[in-house]
C-alpha cells in the first residue's frame, strides 16, 4: 500500500509505505496497519510514543497458513481499492512482497511481552477472521495486550479509524 485515504483527514496522519524512518520513531503516536504492524513491531524498542496496531497478523504461523488467509481474504473481503492506494511499479511491488514475506516469519512474542502495556493498544475488526483473528486475540489476551474490537474486517473502515482517533 503506498497511501491511505482517511475518513477524516485532519492533516496530522501522515501514511507511507515500508520501513520506518528515524524521524519517525519519536512521534506521539506510531500506527501500523496489518503487515505496517509488523514493521511498526520490529522497531518497538526505538519508538519514543505509543503503538496502535490495527489488524496485526499475528502469532507467528508458517508462510502457508499466512498464504492460505491470505487467499480466504482475497476472495471474501480483498483490497479496499477505495481508500487504499497500491504502487504500479512492480520492483517496488517485488521489494515490499519480499519484506514482507520476512516480517511474517518473525516471532514478536517477545516484543509484546516486554513493551510497556500503557502505551500499547490493538485495534481489530471483530469480523478479521483472516490476519487478526480469534488465535491472535488469544494470543494478545495472554500477553495482556489492551484490544478495542470494531465493527469491521480486516480492511480499513470509520469505525476502525474512530477508534484510532480516540485513542491518539
Known sequence: MTSLDLYENTGEVITRIGSLEEADLSADYLVGLSLGALEVLKKANYIKGKIILINPPIPKRNLLIWFGKWLSWITHEGPFLARQHF?????QYGVCFIRNLKLLTMDFSQVLENFPKEKFVVIRGKNDNFFCDDKAVKFLNG???KIIETDGGHNWCEPTEKAMNQFS
Do not use: R
Not at 87 to 91: C, V
Open 143 to 145: 500477553k495482556n495486550i
Open 87 to 91: 504502487t504500479k511499479n512492480p520492483y
